[in-house]
C-alpha cells in the first residue's frame, strides 16, 4: 500500500555564501502492506514530516520513487486524494469560522463524495466520535480534542484506504486519547484502513501499532515488531526507555 524505494529528500538553506543542504530524508526504503497499522517514530528532526509530506504529494522528493495505493504522489496528487486521508495533529484541516458541518459539506464538495454515502459515512462518524451536539459550532469555539475528532472525521469522509496521522494524539487528556485509540483500532481492524502513525507518545505505540518504523538523521534505524523492539532491551526496560536509548545512539 505504501512503497519507498531508495528516497531522498533534501533542502537547500541559508543564503549566497552561507548555504549548505540538509538531508532531510536520505535513502528511506520501507513497505507497508494494506491493513498494517504501523508507527513511525523518531527524534524532533529525523525526517517524520518530510516523509509524510512526500507520501501525501505535498513535497516532490530528490532521488528515488514512492507509490501509495499504487500512485506516485507528486504526479497523481489528485486521484491519490481520494485515497488517503491526512491528519495533522498540530493543525486544522477546518474553516477556522464555519461551523463543523459546513466544513463537512465542503469537503464533500471538494472529494465530490456521493450524496447518499456522505450521509451513511457521517452518520457513524458523528456517532463513533460522538461529535452529534457540536455540528453547529464554529471549529474556533471547539476544545482541542473535539477539534481533533472533527479533523479525523474529515479525513475519513471519503472512506480513505490509507491514514497518516501526525500526532493525532497531542495535548489530549487521558480520557480523549483513549476514545481516540479505541476508534483508531477499531478503524484498522473493522474497515482494514492501513494507517500509518507519528507520535511521540509510546502509550499510542503500545495501544495501536504490532509493527514500529524508527527514522533517525533521515535514515530508517529500526523496523520490526513492538516484541523485536521490546527484545533489543534489557529485562523490564520501558518502551520510552528503549525507544529513548535507541534515539541517543
Ligand atoms: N522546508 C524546509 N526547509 C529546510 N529544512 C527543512 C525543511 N523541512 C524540514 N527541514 C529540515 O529537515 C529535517 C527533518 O525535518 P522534519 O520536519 O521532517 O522532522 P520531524 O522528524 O518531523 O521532526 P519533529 O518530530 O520535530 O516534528 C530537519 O533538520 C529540518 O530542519
Not at 174 to 197: H, I, P, W
Request: net charge positive.
Amino acid at each position: 500500500m505504501i512503497e519507498l524505494d531508495r528516497v531522498g529528500r533534501s533542502f537547500t538553506v541559508g543564503r549566497r555564501g552561507t548555504k549548505k543542504t540538509v538531508h532531510a530524508v536520505r535513502d528511506l526504503s520501507f513497505t507497508v502492506g494494506a491493513g498494517e497499522f504501523v508507527g513511525y517514530l523518531g527524534p524532533n528532526g529525523a525526517g517524520k514530516s518530510t516523509t509524510i509530506k512526500m507520501l501525501t504529494g505535498i513535497l516532490a522528493p530528490t532521488s528515488g520513487s514512492i507509490r501509495v495505493a499504487g500512485l506516485d504522489p507528486t504526479r497523481r496528487r489528485t486521484a491519490l486524494a481520494r485515497r488517503i486521508g491526512v491528519v495533522f495533529g498540530q493543525r486544522t484541516t477546518l474553516w477556522w469560522d464555519l461551523p463543523l458541518r459546513d466544513s463537512f459539506e465542503l469537503i464533500r464538495h471538494l472529494y465530490k463524495v456521493d450524496q447518499v454515502d456522505f450521509r451513511r459515512r457521517l452518520g457513524e462518524l458523528t456517532e463513533l466520535l460522538d461529535l452529534g451536539g457540536l455540528m453547529t459550532t464554529p471549529v474556533r469555539q471547539l476544545s482541542l480534542g473535539q477539534r481533533m475528532r472533527g479533523d479525523i472525521t474529515a479525513a475519513l469522509l471519503h472512506d480513505p484506504t490509507v491514514l497518516v496521522l501526525d500526532e493525532p494524539t497531542i495535548g489530549l487528556d487521558v480520557v480523549s486519547k483513549a476514545a481516540m485509540r479505541d476508534f483508531l483500532r477499531r478503524l484498522n481492524a473493522d474497515r482494514g484502513t492501513t494507517v500509518l502513525l507519528t507520535t511521540h507518545d509510546m502509550g499510542d505505540i503500545e495501544k495501536l501499532c504490532r509493527r514500529v518504523m524508527l527514522i533517525d538523521h533521515g535514515s530508517l534505524a529500526f523496523d520490526g515488531t513492538l516484541d523485536d523492539l521490546r527484545a533489543t532491551a534489557p529485562e523490564g526496560e520501558s518502551i520510552e526507555e528503549v525507544v529513548t536509548r535507541l534515539y541517543s545512539g
